[in-house]
């Protein structure tokens, strides 16, 4: 069985910086893909990035430039989030994807002044 941890949302001014975190534990199987999807309120929930096993990246049209995810070999993924927008405000969740798709519980990021 496999969990995730997601950690580090909460409340941030408008350009300011947020790094999310999530601890992938259990039996994980190469190749995968973890990465983080958001869903904000009366929206579907959208890829923001994802990193495969093998280390290549990919990111929603509306993050690049702002946001990078980065994972290590302890399956360890993170977003690091800067120049953050109030459209940025959502659920964020982890997500690992190998022979089935395993989701954190998510945590709730809020771009507000």
């Known amino acids: 069985q496999v969990q995730l941890a997601e950690s580090g949302g909460g409340l941030v001014q408008p350009g300011g910086s947020l790094t999310l975190s999530c601890a992938a534990s259990?039996?994980?199987?190469?190749?995968?893909?973890m990465g983080w999807y958001r869903q904000a309120p009366g929206k579907q929930r959208e890829l923001v990035a994802a990193?495969?096993?093998?280390?290549?990246t990919s990111y929603a049209d509306s993050v690049k430039g702002r946001f990078t995810i980065s994972r290590d070999v302890k399956n360890t993924v993170s977003l690091q989030m800067n120049s953050l927008k109030p459209e940025d405000t959502a659920v964020y969740y982890c997500?690992?994807?190998?022979?089935?798709?395993?989701w954190g519980k998510g945590t709730l990021v809020t771009v507000s002044s």
């Open positions: 997500s690992l994807k190998t022979a089935r798709d395993y």
């Open positions: 990193v495969t096993s093998g280390g290549r």
């Open positions: 259990g039996s994980i199987f190469s190749p995968n893909t």
